[in-house]
């Protein structure tokens, strides 16, 4: 070790002007990430979903849609721990957005003229990626858009505010939103919305009744027809897989990054991080945007999903407060908890209608069960449970690949074969070992050991 | 009584001119002038509620003055948010330990380290080669500060779960990490034992050729600032009573009779104004 050296002390510039990562590897780990989620959600939809078949294809939808959901709350709420209750507020801006883009804008821009006259809604219009679906694609950006700004807006008391206050002003977001499209008109017809302007649009939502007549582009069956030979499915789980692939690449790449490390310090200590040169404020409020942007989506995709009429009932605090214990219970700030979190509570109202109905079997009895009652019940007892045993969450604020298994027999596995290529070294989640390693490798000596700390550990240990 | 007659080597990098702040009728700091040279290290002592801690936060911008003048090489920092002046080069430790706990001991630093990468979010989604090469640099200089304060093999650790000496160090670890000019440590010795104070003292002194850093030190261990301090600042009730070389002030009456008392004069404390929030 070089004892007292130069080389230990220089700036962070300095070094960084002597580092030139290689352009074509660097794209080629940018890339692939988001290729691979790509692939994935492709043969997810391709090949698992009809294994599957309808129902269980569809409740793989619903845990997509719920991972997105659930994942973008996990920004605001897990890493930068600002608590919010009212992110059904966000999904319901981006779910209505998106809405009205493929509904009126199918209208104005795809459908034929003549068909109009009898159309009661909008039917799914292109094949695999054509008009119809990228209009679809453009909705989901658009609702995205609109959700962002909404997270502008809450963002800012949240510089102000804190804890219980905080989740106070959430959801008053939450509950004004729903308000609001409450009191919208009915949709306009097919026929009339040709003449329709903008203002006529966006007063008639569909008010408490819902917004009838969105087309579904996002239902688990691909490429199916009605005996009319009109198309009625399309790629649903494609699309919202791909959402879910690119959302989490780019929430791990956040987690890694400055910015995220910057988040995760205004939630352990906002103090020290505005003291360690943290803008807290930007840092806040640059979370609540990228939330707000992803529950958008994550409404759109919801809004054109099978079996759903966008409805500001079904959107309110108690979706929010859904969205919450996935993550609470997942682990607040861990990207798989969160993901394992939202896959188990989306599966498990249909985990009771099975058992609900085994067990009205063996008694004998041949009625109706509605198991959906005892859902919150359930959710309820799960979470003290959580709090009492784990109250970090599943995974606290790690990620699968920290815990014990994993990071002993998988981990170096994955790093050898891998990690030199796919990605950046700096990026596995750095234990003990791998630091050690990494300053043995520049030092080009024996591992690290302190010099002028003859005992640590030594100290009282005053709390 | 002024900081500016000693004479004094170096050109001033840190200048607070008669800074002033009042907590409703509290005044809890008046008149405090201090000029902090080039790689000078400087000692800020009183007793206890004397209003060092309250010093630290006007110059850190946690609090605002009412009024004086506080200047980073001329540049003036009042008014500043407390992250923009720790972008512009000072730094500090706090007294009541502020480690970012949940995080690894390298993840702390890496934070501090971040805020002078250039990369926004945008590089970061896509990791482009200017992102990689700072992330990569970022720990390579994060676990060399660890190594240099002597904590490298506890890189992964979980801050909270580090013994409190580790701790302390881990703080100076992760303010110089933002590349500071000048470090603001807060009581760097509390609760550690002889020895340690020992290495504590060896190691800040180090630390100012080794990261060209001007230090003000606020300690309550008399013989570490008379030790290792080139000038001290002594205040009581908020009042600059002593300022001078570590010789002049142990001499000085006031100072005695600050730290001493004297009979007849036993002033109730003022209410606890050390704490930041």
Known sequence: ?463 | MNAAEVAWAGKPVLEAKQLAIAFGGLKAVSDFSLVLPERGLCGLIGPNGAGKTTVFNLLTGVYQADSGEIELYKRRLNGMKPSAIARAGLARTFQNIRLFGELSVLDNIRTAAGVRARSGLVRSFLQTPLYLAEQQAIVERSLDLLDVLGIAHRAGEQAKSLPYGDQRRLEIARALATEPTVLLLDEPVAGMNTIEKRDMAKLIESLRERFEVSILLIEHDMGLVMDICEHITVLDHGVTIAAGTPAMVQKDPSVIEAYLGVPDDDPELPADHQVVD
Not at chain 1, 1 to 6: H, K, L, V
Not at chain 1, 172 to 197: C, H, M, N, W, Y
Not at chain 1, 312 to 317: I, S, V, Y
């Open chain 1, 1 to 463: 070790m070089t004892e007292g050296s130069d080389a230990r002390t220089r700036k962070l510039a300095e070094r960084i002007a002597e580092i030139k990562p290689n352009p074509a590897v660097a794209l080629g780990r940018s890339a692939w990430p988001f290729l691979a989620a790509i692939v994935i959600a492709f043969l997810l939809q391709v090949v698992i979903a009809p294994m599957l078949g309808g129902f269980y294809a569809k409740t793989l939808l619903d845990i997509g849609i719920a991972i997105v959901l659930a994942s973008s709350l996990n920004i605001v709420n897990g890493f930068a721990g600002q608590f919010s209750i009212g992110h059904a507020g966000f999904m319901m801006v981006g779910g209505y957005a998106a809405a009205c883009v493929t509904y009126y804008g199918s209208i104005k821009l795809l459908m034929p003229q003549g068909e109009l006259t009898e159309a009661i809604g909008v039917s799914v219009l292109g094949g695999f990626l054509g008009s119809g679906d990228l209009l679809f694609l453009a909705s989901c950006i658009v609702g995205g858009v609109f959700a962002a700004a909404a997270g502008i807006v809450v963002g800012l008391p949240s510089l102000r505010l804190r804890g219980d206050y905080l989740a106070i002003v959430t959801l008053g977001f939450g509950e004004i939103v729903r308000v609001l499209v409450q009191q919208t008109s009915d949709v306009i017809e097919p026929v009339k919305a040709v003449d329709a302007g903008v203002g006529e649009m966006v007063t008639h939502l569909g008010g408490p009744l819902g917004f009838t007549g969105t087309p579904t582009y996002v239902s688990p069956t691909p490429w199916a027809t009605n005996a009319s030979g009109d198309q009625t499915g399309h790629a649903g789980i494609f699309f919202a897989y791909s959402i879910v692939g690119i959302l989490l690449v780019l929430v791990y790449r956040l987690k890694m990054s400055s910015q995220g490390r910057a988040l995760l310090a205004v939630r352990e200590n906002e103090v020290a991080a505005e003291a360690m040169g943290v803008d807290t404020a930007s840092s806040k409020v640059s979370a609540f945007v990228l939330a707000a942007f992803f529950a958008g989506v994550g409404g759109a995709l919801f809004a054109h999903s099978l079996g759903v009429t966008l409805n500001p009932n079904e959107l309110g605090f108690q979706k929010s407060i859904d969205l919450v214990i996935m993550v609470v219970l997942g682990g607040m700030g861990s990207i798989t908890g969160v993901v394992f979190a939202a896959a188990f509570l989306t599966v498990l109202p249909e985990l009771f209608r099975e058992a609900a109905q085994f067990i009205t079997h063996l008694v004998g009895y041949h009625g109706q069960v509605n198991t959906d009652a005892y859902r919150m019940p359930v959710y309820a007892l799960l979470l003290i449970l959580v709090m009492i045993l784990r109250p970090q969450g599943l995974f606290g604020i790690k990620e699968l690949w920290d815990l014990g298994f994993w990071r002993r027999y998988v981990i170096p596995v994955w790093r050898k074969a891998a990690g030199g290529w796919l990605i950046p070294k700096h990026e596995a989640r750095l234990p003990a070992a791998i630091a050690r390693e990494l300053s043995t490798e520049r030092t080009g000596g024996e591992p690290a050991k302190s010099d002028d700390s003859p005992k640590p550990g030594a100290s009282g240990d005053q709390p």
